[in-house]
């Protein structure tokens, strides 16, 4: 197994548990990690409040009490909002594109609190990337957090970011995307994606060394990307997981799951396989530990952010 490596700029020194809990209380900024020759990079987009009890139905006011950790001065669970650039051989591929330049003020009585995006753009040029260096958009699923910027013009024009692109979307889900529209999809965003969408199949590789895996449950579609390299490998998981403490309660299963059981057992696999030898966590809206390994034991919670 190739040893651990990461980029200068997301390297953190561990400094106790108190520095690690501020981690899961503010939204990431821009994490590098090197899997041999392929380098991955979370690029944010903005953030949102989620309202924990509101969110993930199955928790008590008791569960957040004995856990504060998790929640920022407001109340909320931090919600990183983004997407995963994957560079290879000077070719580079886009996982989500986050919400867009739009914000959204909290609904009284919903399950989110204020949400925002518009920073993608500007933090793929602070990488070193134009758009138009993204050779194809990798959607893990039809809610607007993830499909943002491959619907909303740039501000000021009319063109589209990733109009060049293709827009990778499992089969399931885009057969049945009239779904989305009670996510918050409207039908003229969806059509503005249309021209440049190609469906792929259950294990198809879609980039090298990047191969996408049905995950059903939070959408009818929803897929993981799953990036190998240097005789490692990293699950982008998107939706299948929203906060690290799912980790640990796999069993909790999120309001906009489409199918809690089937959802609530795809997580279970999914934590069993993250437990495996040379493998790394990618979940986008894990607040500010978006990178992470999970190792059981009685120190701490099972979701370890990589690097620590």
Not at 79 to 105: H, K, M
Not at 170 to 195: D, Y
Request: proline share 7%; hydrophobic share 40%; aromatic share 6%.
């Amino acid at each position: 197994m190739a040893k651990d490596t990461a980029e200068p700029a997301s390297t953190e020194a561990s400094t106790g548990a108190s520095q690690k809990d501020e981690r899961l209380r503010r939204p990431s900024g821009i994490r590098t990690l090197r899997l041999g020759e392929t380098r991955v990079t979370y690029v944010p987009d903005g953030a949102a409040g989620l309202v924990p009890t509101g969110w993930l139905p199955d928790t008590t006011d008791e569960v957040w009490a004995e856990h504060p950790e998790y929640l920022d001065d407001s109340g909320h669970l931090v919600a990183s909002i983004g997407g995963l650039l994957v560079e290879r051989d000077g070719r580079a591929l886009l996982i989500d594109t986050g919400f867009g330049p739009q914000a959204f003020p909290a609904q009284p009585g919903g399950p989110i609190g204020d949400i925002h995006g518009g920073a993608l753009l500007d933090n793929l040029a602070a990488v070193g990337r134009r758009p138009e260096d993204v050779e194809a958009v990798a959607i893990t699923h039809l809610h607007i957090d993830h499909v943002g910027w491959a619907w909303h013009p740039v501000p000021g024009t009319d063109r589209l970011a990733f109009a060049h692109a293709d827009h990778l979307l499992t089969e399931p889900e885009w057969e049945q995307r009239r779904l989305a529209e009670a996510s918050g999809l409207t039908k003229e965003m969806l059509a503005a994606m249309e021209p440049r969408v190609r469906t792929v199949a259950d294990g198809e590789e879609v980039f090298p060394g990047v191969r996408v895996v049905y995950a059903l449950g939070h959408t009818v579609g929803h897929a993981v990307y799953v990036v190998s390299s240097g005789g490692r490998r990293l699950i982008a998981f998107g939706d299948a997981m929203h906060s690290p403490i799912q980790v640990d309660h796999p069993e909790w299963s999120a309001v906009p799951d489409h199918d809690r059981e089937v959802s609530a057992e795809f997580r279970r696999r999914l934590v069993a396989e993250l437990e495996e030898p040379g493998t790394i966590g990618f979940g986008g809206h894990f607040a500010d530990v978006v990178f992470g390994r999970v190792r059981r034991g009685g120190d701490g919670p099972a979701w370890r952010p990589y690097p620590g």
